[in-house]
């Protein structure tokens, strides 16, 4: 029962580390390419600041205020880009080693757990020898 359970742990732990993995990873190709699309000029600023939905949860006067923030970084952006060109390639191999390094970690930690719920079963299982007393006469 508790070899599944912890495996189960496990796998769901592994699972939840890939979603992260593949969320960050998406926000940033997302914002990589939002700012390619910042440093190609004043014409494409406005094309890809953010997704359209995320104006229907937050107030108009905020989005406006962040649309001309985002707008302002868009020369230290372009800097960026032309200094560092091969980031945009970079970004999925560093993904895969994050991930991959993640999950050598949570696969380490399963199977400690399932050592460490094999020696405590183990030593529940060896019977208890009780400790003899000295007879009265000797010393």
Known sequence: ????????LSFALLALWSLTCWGLYAVTV???????????GSAAIGSALWP???????????????????????????AAL?????????VAVLAWAIWGLGALTLLALAIGAHVLIALFKRRRAQPQHPVRSSPAGTH
């Not at 029962?1 to 189960?8: D, G, K, N, P, Q």
Request: aromatic share 14%; no cysteine; proline share 7%.
């Open 30 to 40: 997302w914002a990589m390419a939002g700012a390619g699309a910042l440093a190609g």
């Open 1 to 8: 029962m508790f070899y599944a359970l912890s495996w189960f």
């Open 82 to 90: 032309e200094t560092v060109p091969f980031l945009s390639g970079a």
């Open 52 to 78: 359209e939905w995320v104006n229907v949860w937050i107030p108009p006067q905020l989005a406006g205020d962040l649309q001309a923030m985002i707008a302002s970084i868009g020369p230290m952006v372009q």
